[in-house]
């Protein structure tokens, strides 16, 4: 899923191509792509591991979190979709 202006009307809606994407923008949006695929790699692989990275090197969870609080969440929600997570090394 991506979000990109549009326009909309009568025969559907369309997408507008806006080129690149600003340096400075694109600055503030690279850390988090970077958790968004160590988050991802981690379900891929079904690494908890990486999952727990991922959780951890977000900054607005470790502005208002500890370490072993975001652990404990983590495992958690482990515990939670026991059911799709049981077999994760």
Same mark, same amino acid.
């Given at each position: 899923?991506? /979000?990109?202006?549009?326009?909309?009307?009568?025969?559907?809606?369309?997408?507008? *191509?806006?080129?690149?994407?600003?340096?400075?923008?694109?600055? %503030?949006?690279?850390?988090?792509?970077?958790?968004?695929?160590?988050? %991802?790699? !981690?379900?891929? *692989?079904?690494?908890?591991?990486? %999952?727990?990275?991922?959780?951890?090197?977000?900054?607005?969870? !470790?502005?208002?979190? $500890?370490?072993?609080?975001?652990?404990?969440? %983590?495992? /958690?929600?482990? /515990? /939670?979709?026991?059911?799709? $997570?049981?077999?994760? *090394?």
């Amino acid at each position: 899923m991506v /979000e990109v202006p549009c326009v909309a009307g009568r025969n559907g809606i369309f997408p507008c *191509r806006m080129g690149r994407i600003p340096t400075q923008l694109a600055a %503030v949006m690279s850390p988090y792509i970077h958790l968004h695929e160590l988050a %991802v790699n !981690g379900v891929m *692989r079904k690494d908890r591991r990486m %999952v727990h990275q991922a959780v951890q090197a977000d900054p607005l969870t !470790g502005a208002i979190l $500890t370490l072993p609080k975001i652990r404990q969440i %983590v495992d /958690e929600l482990f /515990e /939670e979709n026991a059911d799709y $997570t049981r077999d994760w *090394r």
